[in-house]
């Protein structure tokens, strides 16, 4: 019987599809960020999870292949927390996955949306993902009834983030973590490569989606919750998070003083605001404003069709595939 030599390598015989509802799925999920944790204690967590931080789950064939691409430089604290929570989060809604770290080299200024670009093509050079989660690193979801899948649309899954108050900050806001399928993915070019520093890359994504005649779906506040980990600097000056109760109230809460905001002109208010070290290599983009306004004439020529990149290394650790790429500067 050759029956064998046409299946799949890894084809597993006489084993159910997954249902459509894992049953392990527990709803809310108390997150912390406990001192002291090291990758060994969670890759001792996570017997199931192999080289290159694959998995699948072992008593049924998952219903969906999901990769996680998680743009990196200068977070292994936040690294650690992110797998400590994803690798069960992934795991109780018995998908078939796999963790991409794409690293980018040296210390020119980073470049979120293009390494998201150089992960699309090195996770789909892999495997053959249906879906992939393009994934902040400092995001830990809050409900694993947020499932990991993709829709008919682009998802932006993470609409209520504890720092804007469990809220959408804003209507178009497509920041944080996002999943679309290949097909979505290639349909609006990928993602921009010349959003060098922080800020617009999201938003300029969220505009590709709708001049590629897509749409956001969305899950529900209720689910799409996520915490943030605070970076270093932030101790002692975290968010304080009854801030939106609060604002809510101070019509109830002032005494009546009867005065009125006096404003210098525009010209002559101006301040520079002094950086923060953590944010070195990662500052505002001045551009953002004036590359926000032209994506409808760039977004076919920039993209996943330009994409250059040259990959530095490829491992295949215990609880993610790390891949460093050098992503050049701005030209
Ligand atoms: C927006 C940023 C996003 C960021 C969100 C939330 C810009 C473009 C200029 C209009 N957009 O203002 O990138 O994710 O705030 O922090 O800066």
Known sequence: ?????????????????????????????????????????????????????????????????????????????????????????LQRQQLSYGIYVIHQAGSYTFNRAKLMNVGFREAMREEDWDCLYFH???????????LYTCDTNPKHAAVAMDKFGYKLPYKMYFGGVS????????????????????????????????LAGMYISRPSLKLGRYKMIKHKLDKGNGENPQRFNMLAKTRQTWKTDGMYISRPSLKLGRYKMIKHKLDKGNGENPQRFNMLAKTRQTWKTDGMNTVEYEVVSRDYLPLYTNITVNIGTES
């Open 179 to 210: 999943a679309l399928s290949p097909l979505h993915y290639l349909k609006m070019n990928g993602f921009p490569n010349n959003y060098w520093g922080w800020g617009g890359e999201d938003d300029d994504i969220g505009v590709r989606v709708s």
């Open 136 to 146: 902040d690193v400092d995001l830990i979801p809050e409900d694993d009834r947020n």
């Open 1 to 89: 019987n050759l029956s064998h030599l046409s299946k799949p390598q890894n084809h597993r015989d006489d084993i159910p599809m997954c249902p459509k509802t894992s049953p392990l799925i527990g709803g809310p999920i108390h997150v912390s960020f406990p001192s002291g944790l090291t990758l060994a204690q969670v890759q001792r967590k996570n017997p199931l999870v192999v080289r290159g931080g694959r998995y699948r789950p072992p008593d049924c064939e998952a219903q969906h292949k999901t990769a996680i691409i998680i743009p990196h430089r200068n977070r292994e604290h936040h690294l650690k927390f992110l797998l400590y929570y994803l690798h069960p989060f």
